[in-house]
């Protein structure tokens, strides 16, 4: 997660990335006015909803929408996926010529969506073994690409009898109207490059989480990673109670905060509706 300011301090754009050099490297090359100083904070395994939800809760915490999360959005996407392969070339070169070992696929310099991509061929011999890891691994090289739009793509299953591969097209490429077109022109691509004798790669529904009765236990786990945020700005929240989609708060803090939180917790399925209740001593 990072937080790009200009040389006024104000935040223009927030975002997500797998490679937080290559963005920052992108935006600074196609926007140079406006990348003067940056904000982080780094996850280990985190899921994209937990993600999402930090970044809803930084934009919160500003009182207004960075004009990159929001009528210059396109730019600030358009700016890695121009600039991603002279960004790579970069990095590479400030590096010495030592061999090294990456532990993740780079992206390619040409987008692999793009018509003029080269047609893969149908693995090679000495191609990678088919496991989820592997499968997860390669499809890094496109998800620079998917991220940028504001989707991404996991691993459902891989069937070993088959050879297929079965994916699961998350954010807005999950609702993508050209969610076909994607499979095909780049993610497909891919894989058949580094696999051999490929069968099917399929887009499927995620599976359905099992239903669970909303508890307060479950609300405070949704909390949880925007809470950092919520003390850093002098804010305190505590659940009253959770029941029938119903949460209700006891809250005290800036008011903007409030707007964050509700979005968080509304990111669950099982909570309809937030309440927030005044702590005692402090106006409604």
Not at 205 to 221: C, F, R, Y
Not at 261 to 271: G, R, W
Request: glycine fraction near 8%; include cysteine.
């Amino acid at each position: 997660m990072y937080a790009v300011a200009d040389e006024a301090g104000t935040v223009r754009f927030v975002g997500i990335s797998r490679n937080l050099a290559v963005s920052l490297a992108a935006h600074a090359s196609a926007l140079p006015d406006r990348v003067s100083a940056v904000r982080t904070h780094t996850f280990k395994d985190a899921s994209r909803p937990a993600m999402e939800q930090l970044k809803r809760a930084w934009i919160a915490e500003l009182g207004y929408t960075p004009d990159g999360n929001s009528e210059d959005a396109r730019r600030w996407a358009d700016s890695i996926r121009a600039s991603v392969g002279t960004a790579e070339a970069a990095e590479a070169a400030a590096v010495p010529t030592a061999p090294t070992t990456p532990t993740m696929p780079t992206p390619p310099t040409a987008s692999p969506f793009s018509e003029e991509a080269p047609k893969a061929p149908s693995g090679g011999e000495g191609g990678l073994e088919l496991t989820v890891s592997n499968v997860d691994k390669v499809l890094d090289e496109v998800r620079p690409y998917l991220v940028a739009d504001g989707g991404n793509v996991a691993v459902a299953s891989v069937d070993d009898d088959t050879r297929s591969v079965y994916l699961v097209l998350e954010g807005a490429c999950g609702s993508c109207p050209s969610s076909t077109v994607t499979m095909k022109m780049g993610i497909e691509r891919v894989l058949r490059e580094k696999f051999v004798d490929l069968g099917e790669v399929a887009a499927v529904e995620p599976v359905a989480e099992e239903s669970k009765p909303l508890t307060i236990e479950m609300v405070e786990e949704t909390l949880q990673p925007i809470m950092p945020a919520i003390r850093g700005l002098g804010g305190s929240v505590e659940v009253l109670s959770a029941a029938g989609g119903v949460v209700k708060l006891c809250y005290q803090g800036p008011a903007k905060i409030r707007f964050g939180i509700d979005l968080a917790l509304k990111d669950n399925p099982a909570i309809t509706s937030v309440e927030f209740v005044e702590a005692e001593g402090e106006a409604a």
